[in-house]
Structures are given as C-alpha cells and as structure tokens.
C-alpha cells in the first residue's frame, strides 16, 4: 500500500459489488456489477459501502479505489463532512502552520516543469501547481489535464484555441471565468472546487459534457447556449444548509442525454419536458416523495432513484413508456421495505435487468 493525499490506496483488478465511484478516469471496463463506462467517470452507487471522499481513479492498468469506509463509519464521517463545512476555515485559522508543511503547500512554478510543444495531450495531474501560465507554447494540445492542483483562478488560455477537452478537478477554484477562446472545447471538468455559480459558459457552443461535481451551486442556470449538451453532472453540490433544490435551466438542453443531480435538496422532478433524448437519470439521495413528469422519457435506460421518499406503488406507472429501461434502484425510499418489493418493480416494468445492485433472474 502507498499514501495518496492523505489516504491509502488500495489496487484492485476486479472490484466489489457494493462501491461508491464518484469520479473515474479513463479505462475499458469493469467486471462484477459495474457496468462499461466510458471515458471519465460515472457515478456508481452501492448500498453497503461507500469510497472516503467518493473518488476512484486509475493507476496503470488496474483500478485505484481509495480507503473503503463501512456502514458503520458512514454517520460519522457525514457528520464531520458537515462539521467541516461550518467550521474548518476557524479551524484553520486556530492551527499553526508548521514550517515543514508550509514548505509542501508551496505552489510549484509552472516554469519549473518541462512541456512538449507538439504534445496533443498534456498531463500535470497532482503537480502543486498554483497558476495556470506559459501555455503559449502548446501549439497542438487537445487535452490539458490538471487535476488535484492548487490553482485559484482560470486564466491565460486564450492560446489554447484548438483545445477539446479541460480537465481542473479538485483545485481552489471559486468563479468559471475566461473560457471564451476555448470555441472547441467539447469536454469541462470543473468538479470537487468552491464554484457557486453557474456561469462564463456562453461561447462554448461545442460543449458536450459538463461536470460540476461538488461545487456550492445551488441553481442551475446560464445553460441556454450549450445545446450541443450530452451530459451534465451536478451531484452533491451543497453549501452548509443551502443545496441544489430544483430542476430548472435545462429547457435548451434538447441533445442531453445524461443528467446526475444526486446528492441534493430536490424535492419534484420538473422541468424536462424538452429533455427527450434522456438515457440515464440520476436523482438518487434527494428529497423526492414522487415519481412524475416522466413518461415522456421514452428513451430511459438507467434510472437512479435510491434514497428518497417514495411511497407509492402506483408511482412506477409514470415508467410504463420507458421500454428501453434496463436499470433501476430504488433501495432505501419506503416502498423498499416491502417484502415484496423486487417482485413488485417486475410486475410493473417486466423488462427491467437490474434491480438495485442485483440482476434480474429469467
């Protein structure tokens, strides 16, 4: 076992059924009851254990999974989450600094590291770097990647007109700023950074997949322009009381095709009538007490329910048009305490492959 940030990290070449993977980098596939996915990351619940701080990524060839918490750590480590969130910059004041980790949280300099100027992908993941500057360089580059970073402030890449694909992951960043000259950007990964606010997207019109993963975003708006949306994921974006509590802002978004909003305060499903070429929803852990306004979506393969305040059988009617529909969950609402709950969600959607994180039997 090595260290990573502070946790250790374990590798595994065929991973356990019941894992929670919030963020994955690119690989080829996965066995057990995870399913293909696709470049980046797709978020993949289980409901026996879950990943400390939610990120899985990949380390050569096999899976790196970071420290695995049990059931039973899980209440405790929320309550520090949330602790954290009201008190950790008193706290961080109240500490000293001692002198050798002052020295590891300096910022590297960007000059210090070497670059290839015919490069078309770029990778300075986990490089302390603290400002994004001297990319002028990178005449080739598509992909830029510079994830686990220290850098607070999107600027100076206005050079970078032919990238496709911006990766700042888990960085300080507060505002999403001084993208215009990225026109060809297809892919933005802003995700596990202190955004509060939707905006300075307007000009990438290419865009195609947007991940805003715990941020403090808590309204969905400034979308209108990126109609070439396929994919958007706004899971656990929440500021101390204050979390994402409506669907809104997606009228324009025609082309979506996956939507992740777990992890909030929603309470109705709404607004997406114009979203008809949905293939996968997740709304899993928000406030929901109603399966509705959904039986337009006709195209719905995966449908992520889990962990809200589902009652009523008769709700998986609102499902009856989704016939492509393979996967749900809806473990851990009240209608799961049924003893006949899986023999319930068959009756009603026959077609269905997978039940939560079980297989159908034929």
């Not at 600094?97 to 993941?125: K, W």
């Not at 990964?189 to 905006?199: M, P, T, V, W």
Request: hydrophobic share 40%.
């Amino acid at each position: 076992m090595c260290r990573v940030r502070g946790f250790s990290k374990i590798l595994w070449c065929w991973c356990a059924p019941h894992v929670h993977v919030a963020n994955l980098c690119s690989f080829r596939a996965l066995t057990g009851h995870f399913r293909f996915v696709k470049r980046w990351r797709r978020p993949v619940e289980r409901p026996h254990s879950w990943l400390f701080g939610g990120k899985m990524i990949l380390d050569g060839c096999a899976i790196v999974v970071l420290e695995v918490v049990t059931p039973e750590m899980r209440k405790s480590t929320v309550d520090c989450q949330e602790e954290s969130e009201e008190s950790g910059d008193e706290r961080r004041k109240e500490r000293p600094v001692l002198a050798e980790e002052q020295g590891q949280d300096m910022p590297v300099d960007i000059g210090s590291i070497e670059l290839d100027s015919d490069a078309e992908e770029v990778d300075l993941n986990h490089c302390r770097i603290g400002k994004i500057e001297r990319f002028e360089t990178l005449r080739n580059v598509r992909v830029l990647c510079l994830r686990q970073n220290v850098i607070k402030k999107i600027e100076n890449l206005e050079s970078l007109t032919m990238l496709q694909e911006l990766d700042l992951n888990d960085n300080l960043l507060t505002r999403i700023e001084n993208l215009n000259a990225l026109e060809s950007l297809e892919i933005l990964d802003l995700s596990f950074n202190s955004l509060r606010k939707i905006e300075g997207l307007e000009r990438l019109s290419k865009l195609k997949k947007l991940f805003l993963v715990n941020n403090k975003i808590v309204k969905v708006e400034k979308l209108e322009h990126l109609q070439e949306l396929e994919m958007l994921e706004l899971g656990s974006n929440r500021i101390r009381s204050n979390r994402l509590t409506k669907i809104e802002g997606l009228r324009f978004l025609v082309n979506l095709q996956e939507l992740y909003l777990s992890h909030n305060g929603i309470e109705i499903i709404e607004g997406l009538e114009n979203n008809r070429k949905l293939t996968t929803l997740d709304i899993a852990s928000n406030r929901i007490k109603k399966i509705e306004n959904l039986n337009h979506l006709v195209h719905l393969q995966e449908f992520w329910m889990n962990d809200n305040l589902i009652s009523n059988w008769n709700d998986l009617d609102e499902l009856n048009n989704a016939k492509e529909l393979q996967t749900i969950y809806l473990e851990r609402n009240p209608l799961h305490q049924d003893p006949q709950y899986r023999r319930k969600i068959m009756l009603v959607l026959p077609w269905v492959q997978q039940i939560d994180a079980t297989f159908v039997r034929i």
